[in-house]
T-cell receptor
Framework: NAGVTQTPKFQVLKTGQSMTLQCAQD?????MYWYRQDPGMGLRLIYYSASEGTTDKGEVPNGYNVSRLNKREFSLRLESAAPSQTSVYFCASSVLEDTGELFFGEGSRLTVL | KNQVEQSPQSLIILEGKNCTLQCNYTVSPFSNLRWYKQDTGRGPVSLTIMTFSENTKSNGRYTATLDADTKQSSLHITASQLSDSASYICVVRPSGGSYIPTFGRGTSLIVHP
């Protein structure tokens, strides 16, 4: 049982380049989330998808786009990367109607030069 | 605005000693409060969950308490081990509409031999 799988684990980009972070979960969860974690700031919500076919902005959505491809997959895209987007990105999933326990992936460390 | 404040920001203790981490929140009404443990380089994992009516919940050497009147929670770690070195994050899930949880910034615990 893989849980939540994120790819890639590490990525280095130059300013202005684009990339997509992939996330897949095999727990049949309906809700999925993207967070970023910066030193001293804790986890901040970028976008979330309550169910397949819906997406909503979180606390820090600027500079990002998301796609809920199907129930299993939720991708995060940086169209024109900026140094301020250097961070560790975590994907998570949960069952919305349950207690809301979030199951996290291992994280994707992104550096923008 | 919903807030979750944790203290201390960081803590260093010797192996075998006890410690207590604090969490104050303004989320109201709330559905549940969780403590997550995040090992270095990994995603957070749920340790305990408490609902409004619960005062104490244990998970091995971890004991969480909740005072819903003062909106405070604590996580007590007994007989600390080197493997307890991690970040501990308090997360409060609201009820009655938005289900998006509010995260604290975490307490970084280092256990020295």
């Amino acid at each position: 049982n893989a849980g939540v799988t994120q790819t890639p684990k590490f990525q280095v980009l130059k300013t202005g380049q684009s990339m997509t972070l992939q996330c897949a979960q095999d727990m049949n969860h309906n809700s999925m989330y993207w967070y970023r974690q910066d030193p001293g700031m804790g986890l901040r919500l970028i976008y979330y998808s309550a169910s397949e076919g819906t997406t909503d902005k979180g606390e820090v959505p600027n500079g990002y786009n998301v796609s809920r491809l199907n129930k299993r997959e939720f991708s995060l895209r940086l169209e024109s990367a900026a140094p301020s987007q250097t961070s560790v990105y975590f994907c998570a999933s949960s069952v919305l109607e349950d207690t809301g326990e979030l199951f996290f992936g291992e994280g994707s460390r992104l550096t923008v030069l | 605005k919903n807030q979750v404040e944790q203290s201390p920001q960081s803590l260093i203790i010797l192996e075998g000693k006890n410690c207590t981490l604090q969490c104050n929140y303004t989320v109201s009404p709330f559905s549940n409060l969780r403590w997550y443990k995040q090992d270095t380089g990994r995603g957070p994992v749920s340790l305990t969950i408490m609902t409004f009516s619960e005062n104490t919940k244990s998970n091995g050497r971890y004991t969480a308490t909740l005072d819903a009147d003062t909106k405070q929670s604590s996580l007590h770690i007994t007989a600390s081990q080197l493997s307890d070195s991690a970040s501990y994050i308090c997360v409060v899930r609201p009820s009655g509409g938005s289900y998006i949880p509010t995260f604290g910034r975490g307490t970084s615990l280092i256990v020295h031999p």
